[in-house]
């Protein structure tokens, strides 16, 4: 039962503040852009990132919304596992938009394979890009990479990448664990 | 709880108040996603569902045939009019081989109670029941149930009055059991004739007087006349009916509330409920058509969910 922590409360925060400047670089002032959390742990990194964008940025508005990908994923009725939905919160349409996904672990790329499926029903976006805060490396299923990323985190299977926030767990942390029953 | 505890929806009373909660927070999701620009989600894309309708209907094959399509199942249709029923096949071996055909769910609606734990008994399938006689009609209930928590808030000690022909309806009992099972109280209200003998025994009050009933509920059920299922004359005629336990805009304001109006349908517009009050802002009539294709399609996601097609050993 190990624990190891990856990036503490400071270099959090330095991450978050970093990624925020990269999207302004390619998005301007985000007129074009939609910034998407996926749920249920995406939604915790994009509100961080919402936050920093509007009061320390001066951004004025952007489009945020919530997407659940439970309907689309491509392991239904293929093990134990009962997929239980989230609340899915898109009140605009991303047709010709740019459109942001913000995920706080990327790992085999299922769930963002489901993503991009998921988002078609609100319409066709010019692009999509890919935020996350820990890539782990040498353990994608499918021909996904992020285009912004927090750290890189080389992992084992058994292991199991944890990003706690202060609003839902606590505090702000990224821990390595081992303790994944495979 | 994350999983149904049956593995076939026969009717209200085999399942539990948390398998109500859970189908009720799995519809919430799904009229969103019915509410989207594109209304389709890939979950059910390699599932076929078979829907057998031994007896007629509309409403409920087109919510059943519009939840199945909006989660990409495959759907095939029988209605027993064009079949090889009228040949003499009993319904075990209609079943079986459409099952051959590799089915895995069949929504069977049967003029016989009971048809639905029968065949659940003898098939290999997922089973819902879409009506089976004047026994049960767990969809039906489940949205009349999901639009009250819809409409106002919750269920629990809401105060719902079941109005007409309670004799012949699988609606009111299913929507009896439901009801209960989430802590609400239920009256019964109609001609004495058209009230089961035993209904007391369910924990349910008659009462006779259609104002008096008015005015202990916060929502009426007004259900049609089944004229198809009476052999017999159960009330001396449709106009002395319509004068004891038809709904009408004069009644309503004699009751110094607002309360909500819920009818299955199809509506005898006239007989048990006025065209004024039908179309009213009082009326949550179609408010129920639309809950219908959300709560069917989580039914059918919750059943399939078990179905485990892919598991390790069959791979």
Redesign the interface.
Known sequence: MGKKKLLNQKEIDIILNRLACQLIENHDDFKETVVIGLQPRGVFLSQRLQQLLYTVYQIEHIDFGKL?I???RDD?????K???????DIDF?VENKKVVFVDDVLYTGRSIRSAL??I????RPQSIELLTLIDRRFSRHLPIQPDYKGRQVDAINRERVIVSWEENDGEDAVYLTQDRNE | MSELSVNHLLGIKHISAADIQLIFETADHFKEVINRPIRKVPSLRDVTIANLFFENSTRTRLSFELAEKRLSADVVNFSASSSSVNKGETLIDTVNNILAMKVDMVVMRHPNPGAGVFLSKHVDASIVNAGDGTHEHPTQALLDTYSIREKLGEVKGKKIVIVGDILHSRVALSNIFCLQKLGAEVKVCGPNTLIPQHIKSLGVEVEHNLDQALQWCDVANMLRVQNERMSTRYFPSTREYVAQFGLDKQRLEQINKSIVIMHPGPINRGVEISSDIADSHHAIILNQVENGVAIRMAILYLLASKLKHYSAETL
């Open positions: 659940d439970t309907f689309y239904f009725m293929r093990g134990n009962v997929l239980q939905a989230n609340k899915t349409i499926t998921a078609q029903s609100f319409g």
